[in-house]
């Protein structure tokens, strides 16, 4: 049996000039299953990804998928593409598994913790207090130049990186440290300041955009210190739900995550194509 995407639409194009097109999964012509395909709005033409790939469930554990996806890859070179993305929900076993098995690679993993009513106590000789205009613009620098580079070492083009870094601080603060329900904070310890935080609030939970312990301050404690900080932020502000992003391959960051009690949700993987 042949196991084919046919197209149920023309290309599309977005706006923001992203394309995309849905198709049909057809084993010997039957419809069997639908594959999403778009590039990316953060990367353009440079990065695809798979929205969606489904399989009726009368058609599953056959190989349909793994074709599927196959198939996908190819219709994403053609597009001229050089890496292909999926994000996969942590309790989706099957598509971890076959994500993994077609050579994909983590490039990061969505976690949440739940947070009770009472903000928890910082270590004592730790203080937080908020940052400074100057700080800011050196944190601005210095964060944007460490973002592009976490993308660089994942597989996008320098240009695209930069350009994604500039993008997404230029669209999140627009009026830098006023902008409203960002806080930007630095942690003190012993008068000495060890550490920054950036923390969105969001309507129903808030978000760790930016948790950074100072070069010379790490591995005593800090990051969690700074993390136990977001928590209390949050309470404070009538949330309860504290999210936050990491990348793979930062096994002190998703130790420390864990240990503090988050929770995976969701991991992001990426395929070179060349």
Not at 30 to 59: C, M, N, Q, Y
Not at 179 to 194: A, I, K, N
Request: charged share 25%; net charge neutral.
């Amino acid at each position: 049996m042949t196991t084919t995407l046919r197209p149920t639409e023309p290309l599309q194009r977005a706006a923001d000039g992203t394309r995309s097109r849905y198709y049909q999964v057809c084993v010997n012509s039957r419809p069997v299953g639908a594959v999403h395909l778009g590039t990316s709005p953060a990367f353009g033409d440079a990065v695809a990804v798979i929205h969606d790939l489904r399989v009726d469930e009368a058609d599953r554990r056959r190989g349909r998928a793994t074709v599927a996806a196959l198939a996908a890859e190819e219709v994403a070179r053609g597009w001229g593409c050089g890496q292909l993305t999926v994000t996969v929900p942590a309790d989706a076993g099957a598509a971890l598994r076959l994500v993994e098995s077609l050579g994909y690679l983590p490039r990061n993993r969505g976690m949440e913790k739940r947070l009770g009513d009472t903000p928890p106590a910082l270590p004592a000789g730790s203080r937080p207090r908020p940052m400074t205009r100057a700080e800011f613009d050196a944190w601005w620098a210095h964060e944007s130049e460490q973002y592009a580079r976490t993308w660089i070492e994942r597989g996008i083009p320098e240009d695209v990186a930069y350009a994604r870094s500039r993008h997404d601080h230029e669209t999140l603060l627009p009026r830098g440290p006023e902008t409203e329900d960002m806080l930007f904070s630095v942690l003190e310890h012993e008068g000495e300041r060890v550490g920054t935080l950036w923390l969105a609030l969001r309507p129903e939970s808030a978000y760790v955009y930016d948790v950074e312990a100072d070069a010379a301050h790490r591995g005593r404690g800090h990051g969690r210190s700074l993390l136990l900080l977001a928590e209390t932020q949050t309470i404070t502000a009538g949330r309860r739900l504290l999210g936050l992003n990491v990348f793979a391959g930062n096994t002190p960051a998703e130790r420390l995550y864990e240990s503090l009690g988050y929770e995976t949700t969701r991991y992001t993987f990426y395929k070179p194509l060349l």
